[in-house]
Every structure is written in structure tokens, then in C-alpha cells.
């Protein structure tokens, strides 16, 4: 059974830190791409930072500098560490794994979701 759980989420203040995680079981979580999308209310959801099987990494425009994803293949965990919140980055923040193969296509799973909100 497949499972991606994330944790961490919560209220900080702006400026300050959060690092949410991700914790994947049920399929061959090395193989696979991580990625963080978000979704505020109101709004499409986005794609904040991935990071590749290989470990190559890519941020939106919004949080290039301020977030770092990061992934510990022994732990079949990713991360998202957050600094610098700011009020616009309140979404609920989901974890995303992906791969792509030849024969059985793209495989995409999603976890349950982590409320992140910045207000002061």
C-alpha cells in the first residue's frame, strides 16, 4: 500500500522557519522524483521544489533562496525547509512522488496534505 505522509506543518510568524516532511512507504521511493506543491485557498495549486532521483534540484521563482528540499533515501523521507516565511506562502503543502516508465507510463502519488500558515 502506498503512502506518502507529510508532518511539520504549523503557524509561524513571518520570517521565521518551518521544515515540513514527507515520509514514503509502499513503492521504491530511490526511483522516484520528490516533489512539494502548495495550494492557498482560492488558488490553482503550484509546484514549489522538486528534486530528481539523482538529487538535482529546481524551486519556483517565489521561494528560490528562501527554500531547500532535500531527500534521505535510507529514511525514504524528503524535505522542505522553509525560511523567510512570508504571509503568501500559507497553502496547504503536498507531497508529490512521480516516475516515468517505458512501458507502465507515469505513476503519480500524492499524500494527504500539511497545513502551512505565516501570520502574525
Known amino acids: 500500500q502506498v503512502q506518502l505522509v507529510e508532518s511539520g506543518g504549523g503557524l509561524v510568524q513571518p520570517g521565521g522557519s518551518l521544515r515540513v516532511s514527507c515520509a514514503a512507504s509502499g513503492f521504491t521511493f530511490s526511483s522516484y522524483a520528490m516533489s512539494w506543491y502548495r495550494q492557498a485557498p482560492g488558488k490553482e495549486r503550484e509546484l514549489v521544489a522538486a528534486?530528481?532521483?539523482?538529487?538535482?534540484?529546481n524551486y519556483a521563482d517565489s521561494v528560490k533562496g528562501r527554500f531547500t528540499i532535500s531527500r534521505d533515501n535510507a529514511k525514504n523521507t524528503v524535505y522542505l525547509q522553509m525560511n523567510g516565511l512570508k504571509p503568501e506562502d500559507t497553502a496547504v503543502y503536498y507531497c508529490?512522488?512521480?516516475?516515468?516508465?517505458?512501458?507502465?507510463?507515469?505513476?503519480?502519488?500524492w499524500g494527504q496534505g500539511t497545513q502551512v500558515t505565516v501570520s502574525s
Open positions: 508529490n512522488a512521480e516516475r516515468t516508465m517505458a512501458i507502465a507510463g507515469t505513476i503519480t502519488y
Open positions: 528534486i530528481t532521483s539523482a538529487g538535482s534540484t
